[in-house]
Structure formats: C-alpha cells, structure tokens
T-cell receptor
Framework: GEDVEQSLFLSVREGDSSVINCTYTDSSSTYLYWYKQEPGAGLQLLTYIFSNMDMKQDQRLTVLLNKKDKHLSLRIADTQTGDSAIYFC??????????????FGQGTTLQVKP | DVKVTQSSRYLVKRTGEKVFLECVQD?????MFWYRQDPGLGLRLIYFSYDVKMKEKGDIPEGYSVSREKKERFSLILESASTNQTSMYLCASRVSDEQFFGPGTRLTVL
C-alpha cells in the first residue's frame, strides 16, 4: 500500500533555516500536504502542493516537490521558537473521489534552540 | 472559521468499558474522519464517513465502530476498551481539498 516516510527529529538554532523532508511511494498522488501540530493541539494545515507543481512559496515557507524521486520538502526560513512543533507530511490520491483519504508520515519533531 | 470540536480533551477508562468519543463540525461537511496518533507512527485512519449513515473502514478498524446519524456528528465507539487503545484520537472533517482537525482526545485505558 501507499507509504509516507519522514525522519523523526530535527534540531535547529533560532534564525537558521529548517528543512523537513518526506518521501512517498504512491505515484498517483494528487495533492501533498504539510500539517503542523503544536503541543496539546490538533493539526493545522500549513500548505499544500498539487502534484503538477515543483515549488510553492508562502511567506517563510517553501515547498519543493521532486515527483521523479517522490520527494517533498518543507523549508522554513528564519526559524523561530514558535515554529517548534511536530510537522506531518501527507498525501492523497483520492481527491477526485468522495473520500479524501490522507496518508500521513510519522511526523518530524522540530526543536528550535534559542 | 471552521470549527471541529471533540467532546473531551482527556479521558481515563477501565479495560472492558464501552467508550464513546464524539466529534461535531459546524460547516455542513460531508466527509468526516477518525484517526489515532501514536509516537513514531503518525496518524492512522480508523474509520471515515462520506455521508449520513455511510461509513467505511480505514486502515486500523479492529476494535472500533462508528456512528453517523446526523451530518454534523461523527462518533467513535470502543466496544470493549483495551490497554492497547490508549492513544490520542483526532477527528477531522473535509471540504474540497482540506481537512480540518479537532483538538484531539487523549484516551488512557487502565
């Protein structure tokens, strides 16, 4: 079945850039998502990219998609302590059907040191 | 703003009890989902529903059932709670290409 993989932990210093990586196996993925989960909270959608795009930028966030290698990354510029959270990569290939099922990675815990 | 609420933030139950987790969304969304979240495993889909009284199994439905009697409410039921069902449970509803999540219920089964 489909699989999404992420490394579990990343530590950076405040002001540096963070790059969180994700690989997936489903070649029919249509949308790929990045969600953020702060401590004690649910998931919040940060950004998403359609599979026919290579890059999407939104303020400090840059998403890069390498469809050939099935690799997705999230770059956070000028990382702040408030960016400390768990980041989940997710994909769906059911967007055209009525289900909208998402397949999630394990989540990457981002630790930002002052 | 879309709001997805879950009936409890923290719940402690005993092995063998029947447990109900409630989820309500206020945006008339058709699709609703129940996930469980465990460290190192990410989110795994338990059940989802795409309409009232319609339900489909996700990846890990064993030990769970669901109920969707009204469009805004999707309930997850643990018929006989076991310790391996101790977890964080997240509900979501979907419109178009975005899923909106509730705050989660942390369930501990003793």
């Amino acid at each position: 079945g489909e699989d999404v993989e992420q490394s579990l932990f990343l530590s950076v210093r405040e002001g540096d850039s963070s790059v969180i990586n994700c690989t997936y196996t489903d070649s029919s993925s249509t949308y790929l998502y990045w969600y953020k989960q702060e401590p004690g909270a649910g998931l919040q959608l940060l950004t998403y990219i359609f599979s026919n795009m290579d890059m999407k930028q939104d303020q400090r966030l840059t998403v890069l998609l390498n469809k050939k290698d099935k690799h997705l990354s999230l770059r956070i510029a000028d990382t702040q302590t408030g960016d400390s959270a768990i980041y989940f990569c997710a994909e769906t290939s059911d967007i055209s059907s009525n289900t909208g099922k998402l397949i999630f990675g394990q989540g990457t815990t981002l630790q930002v040191k002052p | 703003d879309v709001k997805v609420t879950q009936s409890s933030r923290y719940l402690v139950k005993r092995t063998g009890e029947k447990v109900f987790l409630e989820c309500v969304q206020d945006m008339d969304h058709e699709n609703m989902f129940w996930y469980r979240q465990d460290p190192g495993l990410g989110l795994r889909l338990i059940y989802f529903s795409y309409d009232v009284k319609m339900k489909e199994k996700g990846d890990i439905p064993e030990g769970y059932s669901v109920s969707r009697e009204k469009k805004e409410r999707f309930s997850l039921i643990l018929e006989s709670a076991s310790t391996n069902q101790t977890s964080m449970y997240l509900c979501a509803s979907r419109v178009s290409d975005e899923q909106f999540f509730g705050p989660g219920t942390r369930l501990t089964v003793l």
